[in-house]
């Protein structure tokens, strides 16, 4: 089990400031592979000649719900030192209506209005959803989770399905957002030096839904494939959970040394894409750090000071928790 200890050699071996450095990329790669992934949502597989044009021809990289969600995550576990779902739902609440224009979902706005009117937080989602929903909404949104609480496991795991009930209750759609936190702490742990398969390794003891532990083990073979469809063939690219994480996580670790080439293949998969390269985008900073992200993007994203900001707020809040 990833505990406290490695956690602990991080923070002494590797010095605070590449810890910081991971946390602002992380935060910063999530918002940059929204942005580049925007503009292909809903495409079929793209060439990553395609998404470099398409980014270099742009003035600003703007993102779109999955980034102000996963913002209005940080600012709620900054805010009160940790989760609280009520304090959580009402920051989403409160973005939402400040910018509705960011490409949200149907689900979320119902969300909202019921919460408004009294349904408490962690029951909405189940009476909008009989059974709960499985998409990938709370995936999208979780990478702050990962980075507050990647030395414990356990509390990742819940702080996810619980960050997760307020708008995506059914099981696979908590183990997906559960499963992309953890890839998030394993990058913060183990980048830049350790290895794809030990990642997948972890993952695969992590995983308690065999959809999620199929996909894992399909990546396997995926990983020197020569061509990139192939992973949207066996792993998906769509809206579900267990069809847009795999895939994210696939991406990353198809190219654990490179930021650019991870989350452009991500964003050439089509589909869900930027919620895909998001997530990529998430994972590949965390493991990186800051300093490999390109600064032509960097450059252009749409607040980034603030993201940085909140990602450096972030780091110094889970630091104080110790
Ligand atoms: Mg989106």
Request: a negative charge.
């Amino acid at each position: 089990m990833m505990g406290g200890k490695e956690g602990l050699i991080l923070a002494a071996g590797s010095g605070r400031d590449v810890l910081k450095g991971k946390f602002r990329g992380c935060l910063v790669g999530l918002a940059l592979g929204d942005a580049l992934g925007a503009p292909f949502e809903g495409a079929g597989s793209v060439d990553k000649r395609e998404v470099f044009a398409a980014a270099e021809r742009r003035q600003v990289l703007r993102y779109t719900d999955d980034t102000h969600m996963a913002v209005g995550v940080a600012e709620s576990l900054i805010a009160c030192r940790g989760f609280d779902g009520s304090h959580m739902a009402g920051i989403f609440i409160r973005n939402f209506e400040r910018e509705p224009w960011r490409g949200y979902g149907p689900g979320p706005p119902l969300v909202f209005q019921r919460i408004k009117l009294g349904v408490p937080w962690d029951r909405v989602a189940e009476e909008i959803y009989p059974g709960g929903s499985f998409g990938n909404g709370a995936a999208m949104r979780v990478a702050p989770v990962g980075l507050f609480y990647y030395r414990d496991t356990v509390r990742l795991r819940e702080v996810a399905f619980l960050s997760a009930q307020i708008t995506h209750a059914h099981f696979l759609g908590k183990e997906g957002a559960a499963l992309q936190a953890f890839a998030v702490a394993l990058a913060v742990i183990y980048g830049p030096s350790g290895s794809p398969e030990d990642l997948l390794e972890r993952m695969g003891a992590f995983v308690t839904e065999r959809v999620y532990r199929d996909k894992l083990e399909k990546m396997k073979d995926l990983l020197g494939a020569a061509d990139p469809a192939e992973v949207a063939v066996h792993l998906g690219n769509g809206i579900e959970a267990f069809n847009s994480v795999p895939a994210a996580i696939c991406c990353f670790l198809r190219h654990p040394g490179s930021f650019e080439e991870a989350v452009t293949e991500a964003v050439g998969l089509g589909g869900d894409a930027d919620t895909i390269a998001s997530m990529t985008g998430a994972i590949s900073g965390a493991w990186l750090g800051i300093e490999a992200i390109p600064v032509e993007w960097t450059a252009k994203l749409e607040n980034r000071d603030y993201i940085e900001e909140l990602a450096v707020r972030l780091w110094e809040t889970a630091l104080g928790q110790e």
